[in-house]
């Protein structure tokens, strides 16, 4: 696990200070949701809205799994807060990805018939996007939970926070359901497939016991930007609890290790 400096220790509530803008827009774009839910009762406006909101919101599932890999805040309350807000941009709610992507997939990326994110059929043939896509979206969350068995703390967490986050989405389709329904409900549904989509392209084809060959990487600027370094993947699954912030530099030691039909500088896709 990474060291936190002096310096990153008088940062104040958050852990590494590179983490209060990404949450201060989150939190906004939240804020704007809820101001949005009881001040407009057009649904063409909200349907608009949640078209508009597909990708920034499908962007946010990025620094929602950084969070679950290493928790923004020192103070729990604080962390659970988050993860709410990012549970309603991304249906992803409290220790989900932590369960099934930190303590499932990264564990067992290498082995497809074990990986919680697995991109090969049974006969061990190559799924495609859709594919992928649908599996590991329908799944996500009976295999968070079946990790979970493992992991019973983790579990009650997950468990309880879930079960609050739909409640409460619930209750907001329940009293305005056009509202409740284009700013949540779709949105939740829409970003976790957006989440399966993008991360066919981390590992889809890539059938190897080494940790180096495993991962393609996008050194894109723009889609490091707005991903928080995810491009840098290879470095990310070499060593999960380092901070989004300092993979760059942990990739560097580790490039020449990477072969080069593994890296792109494209936006978008490897396929």
């Not at 608009?48 to 969070?67: F, T």
């Not at 697995?118 to 990790?147: C, F, H, N």
């Not at 060959?213 to 889609?223: P, Q, T």
């Amino acid at each position: 696990m990474q060291q936190i400096t002096k310096a990153e220790k008088k940062s104040g509530i958050f852990k590494y200070k590179e983490d209060k803008w990404p949450v201060f827009i989150i939190l906004l774009l939240t804020l704007i949701d809820i101001a949005l839910y009881f001040t407009v009762d057009s649904k063409l406006f909200l349907f608009m809205y949640y078209l508009v909101m597909i990708i920034p919101k499908g962007v946010i599932c990025a620094w929602n799994h950084h969070h679950q890999h290493l928790f923004t805040f020192r103070n729990n309350l604080l962390n659970r807060g988050l993860e709410f807000s990012y549970a309603l941009h991304t249906g992803v709610t409290s220790n989900l990805w932590r369960l099934h992507h930190v303590l499932g997939h990264h564990k067992n990326y290498l082995d497809q018939k074990l990986d919680e994110s697995r991109w090969q059929r049974k006969d061990g043939s190559k799924m495609g996007v859709i594919e992928y896509t649908l599996s590991v979206a329908l799944t996500a969350y009976p295999r968070g939970y079946t990790v979970g068995k493992h992991f019973p703390k983790q579990l009650k967490t997950f468990l309880i926070c879930a079960t609050l986050s739909f409640l409460t989405v619930g209750l907001l389709v329940w009293f305005k359901p056009a509202a409740g329904l284009y700013l949540f409900v779709l949105p939740m549904i829409t970003s976790l497939l957006f989440t399966a989509y993008v991360t066919y392209d981390h590992h889809a084809g890539l059938n190897t016991e080494s940790e180096f060959e495993a991962s393609y990487n996008n050194l894109s600027k723009m889609f490091n930007f707005f991903t928080g370094n995810l491009g840098y993947h290879t470095a990310h699954h070499h060593r999960h609890g380092v901070h989004w912030s300092r993979l760059p530099a942990l990739h560097a030691t580790i490039a020449d290790k990477i072969p080069e039909h593994l890296y792109t500088r494209s936006l978008f896709t490897h396929r």
